[in-house]
């Protein structure tokens, strides 16, 4: 089983709906991050947790909610989702604990298409 | 916004050649990392290197950090069809423990 699980893997959703990507992880990493790539933009930060109480805003974070239900959980919600949102979505998670020289886990990603 | 840039945006090589990408970025950093990325997949972490480093190795990878002109370089040596991939630098440090990703070189290794 892969570290940092991704589900769904592909979803296409129409506009207005409300929809959640799910994230778990079997590292035993307390921070986890949600990013988005677009082609040509690399990656950015949409929200990212340090610890089960402790939620942020990345530098994207309009349209998105998110929950940390876990240490092992953090799920992304589009609250009303919108055709800017067609991305791919990656969940990462690291160890605040981890020796220098370590870092991100991510996920195989989320292709969400909205219509 | 990005703090790292890569360059170039697409390197293509034959097999055997060496691949360098480089990476500037704008604020003090505490660590700067490289990342592969094959075609729609994750991201996997290649190397670290720490801001009170100059250079680091990994098996084919050497990496070069120089502060003071905030930049770094990856060399991939010998290269293979197999490292063809997208390849970010990103960036950890301005008081911040987030990282923050660059846009990425997409390189070509042709057989």
């Known amino acids: 089983d892969a570290d940092v699980t991704q589900t769904p893997r592909n979803r296409i959703t129409k506009t207005g709906k409300r929809i959640m990507l799910e994230c778990s992880q079997t590292k035993g990493h307390d921070r986890m991050y949600w990013y988005r790539q677009d082609p040509g933009l690399g990656l950015r930060l949409i929200y990212y947790?340090?610890?089960?109480?402790?939620?942020n805003k990345g530098e994207i974070s309009d349209g998105y909610s998110v929950s940390r239900q876990a240490q092992a959980k953090f799920s992304l919600s589009l609250e009303s989702a919108i055709p800017n949102q067609t991305a791919l979505y990656f969940c990462?998670?690291?160890?605040?604990?981890?020796?220098?020289?370590?870092?991100?886990?991510f996920g195989s990603g989320t292709r969400l298409t909205v219509v | 916004s990005q703090q790292g840039e890569e360059d170039p945006q697409a390197l293509s090589i034959q097999e055997g050649e060496n691949a360098t990408m480089n990476c500037s970025y704008k604020t003090s950093i505490n660590n700067l990392q490289w990342y592969r990325q094959n075609s729609g997949r994750g991201l996997v972490h290649l190397i670290l290197?720490?801001?009170?480093?100059r250079e680091k190795h990994s098996g084919r990878l050497r990496v070069t950090l120089d502060t003071s002109k905030k930049s770094s370089s990856l060399l991939i040596t010998a290269s293979r069809a197999a490292d063809t991939a997208s390849y970010f630098c990103?960036?950890?440090?301005?008081?911040?423990?987030?990282?923050?990703f660059g846009k990425g070189t997409k390189l070509t290794v042709n057989p």
């Open positions: 990103a960036t950890n440090g301005g008081g911040s423990e987030k990282l923050v």
């Open positions: 290197i720490r801001s009170n480093e």
């Open positions: 990462a998670t690291s160890d605040s604990g981890a020796p220098a020289g370590y870092g991100y886990t």
């Open positions: 947790s340090f610890d089960v109480k402790d939620i």
